[in-house]
């Protein structure tokens, strides 16, 4: 989260709510005036009831009150349930539209997150993106469930109680305000703080996320390199980290509900001196200052929730920031492309012409330059960290070189549209991706395949004999990762899969030590069979591999320091050579 660090709260809460409105909540507007109608109404029975006390005092419990006494305790009972209607139906409603609004936001940011390049999932690792979709696309909930239903609701009560107030004595009510001003400069303070420290706070949770995906992902190795104490104390640490800044943000949240408790007590003392003296000396009667105090005291609810508002806010506008942020970044700019390839779904011709390609200051490519003709096998060849996987990331646009040329039949790649560019390779890689689905689905990824071509595709690349020798058969789970195939069938499941793309381009990246020599073999004769017909570039560590090949290109710092076929290259002696001798010792 290297980027995420650096950011400063400068998205202003009119902004943030502008596009949260204009992006989710305004598809609601409908519901939501219904839901705020409700509201309305829920909100003023407290008016109401305050109101009704004035005639309970002064007509009701006075000699001759009887007829009075049942209408008002009918309409206080009929107040209550209204209020139990109405509280369940906005209820519902704020709800539903809670939930909608935040899940169209998740699958929006998704949607959006999958289009941002291979740099910018670099530096956000994928339990803090988690975290991000998951987690802070709440706040747009907790906007809903506090900031909305406080305007709706308790805003409305307190208007209804505050013009009951003043109807009945103006002088009372300037007194029950006496404390308010005393509120505005800490709530100011406080919302600033706040806002600092949720930013802060998401930011850790963020990073507890990822720590907890890579200690899963990496159990093997936790376990074996018996990291379990280490994991665990710094997942301990962020977690205190965690419990502190959420005990200091719930800590001076409250303390402006706490502020409105001392104000109101003020207020009390004020209206209790002034009215109290005025009701002795026969001034008013007994049921306007029930009235009064009543509709005071049931202030006190909507008015400290009111007061907790302003955080609430807080919280919600720092996760909304972090969301609209990543909104707001783009994939790296590619130029506008429009280009077609002149054999469109014919195996094309592979060229790049002097591609300089670095990661910050660190130069990985250096003019690399070199021909894969059309059809035919090539393999890469070279020691470890000479850049030949980077040869693949560049051809399928996964990263910019930062100059030269990469074409495929002449046409400069950056002319292609993406999902042309991408449709033209099948790529196999060496931790062979495979999902947490059937072996079936992960052959097929969704696409509609007759049942002829995939047992073509399964058999071309081996699949068939273990499947065969599993009780579910293709509806075996494959497990997280894969993990319940061995190394060499998540190959094989991967070239079929490739297979069944039926790509002009194959891109294997072939796997090492992982295969027993039994595996190593049918991989091989499936990468063959995968070969024919197409433009086939493969990172080469198999002496069979590389002996087919047509062309081996020897890669050496970032630059072909070698190429011919495998005799012609033998003659040379050299990297390739050693290589080689290499390979025959082991
Ligand atoms: P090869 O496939 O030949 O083993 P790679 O193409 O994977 O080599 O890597 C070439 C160089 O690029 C290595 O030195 C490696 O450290 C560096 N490299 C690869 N990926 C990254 C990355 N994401 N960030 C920084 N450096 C990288």
Redesign the pocket.
């Given at each position: 989260m290297s980027t995420a660090k650096h950011e400063t709260p400068n998205y202003r809460s009119s902004r943030l709510f502008g596009r949260l409105w204009a992006g989710y909540l305004r598809h609601y507007k409908a519901l939501m005036a219904l839901a705020f109608a409700v509201m309305v109404v829920e909100g003023s029975t407290l008016g109401a009831l305050s109101y009704l006390l004035k005639p309970l005092f002064d007509k009701v419990f006075t000699p001759g009150g009887e007829d009075a006494l049942i209408w008002v305790g009918f309409a206080i009972l009929g107040l209550f349930v209204l209020r139990a209607i109405t509280s369940i139906t906005s209820k519902t409603l704020l709800t539903t539209i809670a939930q909608r609004s935040s899940s169209a936001m998740q699958v929006d940011l998704l949607r959006h997150i999958l289009t941002l390049d291979a740099g910018f999932f670099?530096t956000n690792p994928p339990g803090a993106l988690i975290e991000r979709v998951q987690g802070d696309t709440l706040a747009v909930q907790a906007v809903w469930a506090n900031v909305i239903t406080g305007v709706g609701r308790d805003a409305i009560s307190l208007i209804g109680l505050f013009a009951v107030a003043l109807s009945i004595d103006p002088g009372w009510t300037l007194a029950a305000l006496i404390g308010a001003p005393l509120l505005i400069a800490p709530a100011l303070v406080i919302q600033r703080y706040i806002r600092r420290k949720t930013a802060a706070m998401r930011n850790d949770a963020g990073s507890r996320a990822t720590r907890l995906d890579e200690v899963f992902h990496g159990i093997q190795a936790v376990k074996l390199n018996r990291m379990e104490d280490y994991q665990t104390s710094r997942f301990q640490e962020i977690v205190n980290r965690l419990v502190r800044a959420e005990i200091k943000i719930v800590l001076s949240r409250s303390t402006i509900p706490a502020l409105v408790d001392v104000v109101t007590g003020l207020g009390f003392f004020a209206v209790l001196m002034l009215g109290g003296s005025q009701i002795i000396e026969g001034e008013r009667s007994i049921g306007d200052f029930m009235a009064f105090f009543s509709a005071m005291a049931l202030t006190f609810q909507p008015l400290r929730r009111m007061g907790d508002m302003a955080g609430f806010w807080q919280t919600a506008a720092a996760s909304l920031e972090r969301l609209f942020r990543l909104f707001d970044t783009q994939p790296a700019a590619r130029p506008a492309a429009t280009g077609t390839l002149p054999r469109a779904g014919d195996a094309p011709e592979i060229a790049l012409d002097a591609v300089n390609f670095s990661?910050g200051d660190?130069t990985?490519l250096h003019g690399l330059s070199f021909t894969a003709p059309a059809g035919k096998l090539t393999a890469l060849v070279?020691p470890?960290?000479?850049?030949?996987?980077?040869v693949f990331n560049l051809l399928t646009a996964m990263a910019q070189p930062q100059s030269g040329r990469i074409t495929l039949d002449g046409v400069d790649i950056n002319t292609l549209p993406l999902p042309l560019l991408r449709g033209q390779f099948a790529v196999v890689t060496q931790d062979a991706a495979l999902f947490d689905e059937t072996i079936r689905d992960n052959v097929i990824l969704g696409q509609a395949v007759g049942d002829d071509r995939l047992q073509d595709a399964l058999r071309a690349a081996h699949v068939t004999e273990f499947v065969n020798a599993i009780p579910l058969g293709l509806d075996a789970p494959a497990g997280p990762r894969g993990s319940a195939l061995s190394g060499g069938q998540r190959q094989r499941v991967a070239i079929a899969r490739a297979l069944l793309r039926d790509a002009p381009v194959l891109l294997l990246d072939e796997a090492t030590s992982a295969l027993d020599a039994q595996s190593e073999a049918l991989v091989a004769e499936a990468i063959a069979t995968a070969a024919t017909g197409r433009t086939t570039l493969v990172?080469a560590h198999r002496l069979a591999t590389i002996r087919e090949a047509d062309l081996i290109l020897v890669m050496d710092q970032g630059r072909v320091v070698d190429q011919g076929t495998h005799e012609e290259l033998l003659a040379h002696s050299g990297l390739y050579a050693d290589l080689c001798k290499l390979q025959f010792q082991s």
């Amino acid at each position: 989260m290297s980027t995420a660090k650096h950011e400063t709260p400068n998205y202003r809460s009119s902004r943030l709510f502008g596009r949260l409105w204009a992006g989710y909540l305004r598809h609601y507007k409908a519901l939501m005036a219904l839901a705020f109608a409700v509201m309305v109404v829920e909100g003023s029975t407290l008016g109401a009831l305050s109101y009704l006390l004035k005639p309970l005092f002064d007509k009701v419990f006075t000699p001759g009150g009887e007829d009075a006494l049942i209408w008002v305790g009918f309409a206080i009972l009929g107040l209550f349930v209204l209020r139990a209607i109405t509280s369940i139906t906005s209820k519902t409603l704020l709800t539903t539209i809670a939930q909608r609004s935040s899940s169209a936001m998740q699958v929006d940011l998704l949607r959006h997150i999958l289009t941002l390049d291979a740099g910018f999932f670099q530096t956000n690792p994928p339990g803090a993106l988690i975290e991000r979709v998951q987690g802070d696309t709440l706040a747009v909930q907790a906007v809903w469930a506090n900031v909305i239903t406080g305007v709706g609701r308790d805003a409305i009560s307190l208007i209804g109680l505050f013009a009951v107030a003043l109807s009945i004595d103006p002088g009372w009510t300037l007194a029950a305000l006496i404390g308010a001003p005393l509120l505005i400069a800490p709530a100011l303070v406080i919302q600033r703080y706040i806002r600092r420290k949720t930013a802060a706070m998401r930011n850790d949770a963020g990073s507890r996320a990822t720590r907890l995906d890579e200690v899963f992902h990496g159990i093997q190795a936790v376990k074996l390199n018996r990291m379990e104490d280490y994991q665990t104390s710094r997942f301990q640490e962020i977690v205190n980290r965690l419990v502190r800044a959420e005990i200091k943000i719930v800590l001076s949240r409250s303390t402006i509900p706490a502020l409105v408790d001392v104000v109101t007590g003020l207020g009390f003392f004020a209206v209790l001196m002034l009215g109290g003296s005025q009701i002795i000396e026969g001034e008013r009667s007994i049921g306007d200052f029930m009235a009064f105090f009543s509709a005071m005291a049931l202030t006190f609810q909507p008015l400290r929730r009111m007061g907790d508002m302003a955080g609430f806010w807080q919280t919600a506008a720092a996760s909304l920031e972090r969301l609209f942020r990543l909104f707001d970044t783009q994939p790296a700019a590619r130029p506008a492309a429009t280009g077609t390839l002149p054999r469109a779904g014919d195996a094309p011709e592979i060229a790049l012409d002097a591609v300089n390609f670095s990661y910050g200051d660190q130069t990985i490519l250096h003019g690399l330059s070199f021909t894969a003709p059309a059809g035919k096998l090539t393999a890469l060849v070279g020691p470890s960290g000479a850049g030949k996987s980077t040869v693949f990331n560049l051809l399928t646009a996964m990263a910019q070189p930062q100059s030269g040329r990469i074409t495929l039949d002449g046409v400069d790649i950056n002319t292609l549209p993406l999902p042309l560019l991408r449709g033209q390779f099948a790529v196999v890689t060496q931790d062979a991706a495979l999902f947490d689905e059937t072996i079936r689905d992960n052959v097929i990824l969704g696409q509609a395949v007759g049942d002829d071509r995939l047992q073509d595709a399964l058999r071309a690349a081996h699949v068939t004999e273990f499947v065969n020798a599993i009780p579910l058969g293709l509806d075996a789970p494959a497990g997280p990762r894969g993990s319940a195939l061995s190394g060499g069938q998540r190959q094989r499941v991967a070239i079929a899969r490739a297979l069944l793309r039926d790509a002009p381009v194959l891109l294997l990246d072939e796997a090492t030590s992982a295969l027993d020599a039994q595996s190593e073999a049918l991989v091989a004769e499936a990468i063959a069979t995968a070969a024919t017909g197409r433009t086939t570039l493969v990172i080469a560590h198999r002496l069979a591999t590389i002996r087919e090949a047509d062309l081996i290109l020897v890669m050496d710092q970032g630059r072909v320091v070698d190429q011919g076929t495998h005799e012609e290259l033998l003659a040379h002696s050299g990297l390739y050579a050693d290589l080689c001798k290499l390979q025959f010792q082991s």
